[in-house]
């Protein structure tokens, strides 16, 4: 067995863990630059859906000419047009990225310098996917994230005595901006109204003696509409520790109903007292108490729902709740 000597591990390990430094591989750049007594060392990545190329480097500007370079071979800056004729330069491809290595040395052999960028070459395809790979789950998260925005959910991770241990950005951003739900003393996690404060606070309790308890779904504000899920912590990485005995994950309306029933008149083409009984419907109520609500007979809710079915294409309540609660509105 053939074990790395100490300046390849120098050279590797700096080069491997590179894309998650600030700038990236800022160690490796200076690593490679002392171990070739180079004047300068640079990175070029082309590819990677920005506007510019990502230069990063350790020193002077390196000149890269304007020749067309092939994957994997070593090239003189002489064969690539550049000013700096002595410098060594190698470029690898993978998953749609191209990186460029150049190391300017003057005083280094050619042959061993091109050497070395031919041993790294392999090292630095590694590092390229992983890099790709990174950026590819990156903008996966960032499209996730604004799905979640939108549809104003979040989770918060709470202790036995209901002091916020850790939330994420979205849920933090309805801390600070609802009136529902807010941070209170302590970090304590404070609902408006008293009972629903006093329920959190024995959820909280429940949970840290029993993890196996029941998620318990609570509404806290009915406009705009806002619902919380207590769960058991199960997530040991966002329990703080051990701290963190229960997640509340809220889904919170950002438009008060007067949004929703313009929304609805514009998605589906509904008179606006057809939007104003749709909403009420998706919200659970039934025809005769929707009625109720908007002042209207049953006959003529009945009626009105009879065309919200039809200009929807809800089959029925369900279907109406389905269609108005989880399709684009939800997004709004």
């Known amino acids: 067995m053939r074990i790395p000597n100490l300046g390849e591990t120098e050279l590797l390990v700096p080069l491997h863990s590179g894309m998650f430094e600030q700038p990236m591989w800022l160690s490796f750049l200076r690593q490679l630059r002392r171990a070739c007594a180079a004047d300068s060392v640079m990175i070029r990545i082309s590819g990677a859906g920005e506007s510019e190329d990502i230069t990063l480097r350790d020193g002077d500007p390196l000149d890269l000419g304007k020749a067309g370079m092939r994957d994997g071979r070593v090239y003189s800056g002489a064969e690539i047009g550049s000013t700096a004729e002595t410098l060594r330069a190698i470029r690898v491809e993978a998953e749609a990225l191209s990186l460029t290595l150049a190391v300017h040395a003057p005083g280094a052999p050619g042959a061993e310098l091109a050497s070395l960028l031919s041993a790294l070459a392999p090292h630095l395809r590694v590092a390229l996917r992983v890099l790709a790979s990174l950026e590819r789950e990156r903008s996966r998260a960032s499209v996730s994230a604004e799905a979640f925005r939108r549809m104003n959910f979040g989770w918060i991770a709470i202790d036995e005595r209901c002091r916020i241990v850790d939330c994420d950005p979205q849920a933090q951003r309805f801390l600070e901006r609802s009136g529902a739900l ?94 104003r009984l749709a909403w009420s419907l998706a919200q659970g109520l039934s025809i005769a108490e929707a009625a109720e609500a908007h002042g209207l007979t049953l006959e003529t809710a009945r009626y009105y729902s009879k065309k919200i079915y039809a200009k929807t294409g809800a089959r029925g309540q369900v279907d109406l709740v389905r269609n108005i609660l989880t399709g684009v509105l939800a997004l709004a």
């Open 182 to 275: 807010r941070k209170g003393p302590y970090d304590r996690l404070i609902p408006s109204a008293p009972a629903v404060d006093r329920q959190l606070t024995a959820l909280a309790k429940a949970m840290a003696a029993d993890r196996r308890h029941r998620p318990r779904a609570i509404n806290i504000s009915q406009d705009p509409w806002i619902d919380i899920l207590v769960a058991p912590m199960r997530l040991d990485a966002l329990a703080g520790e051990g701290r963190a005995v229960a997640v509340v994950y809220l889904r919170g309306d950002r438009s008060s109903s007067a949004d929703r029933h313009e929304q609805l008149v514009d998605l589906f083409d509904l008179t606006p007292a057809e939007a």
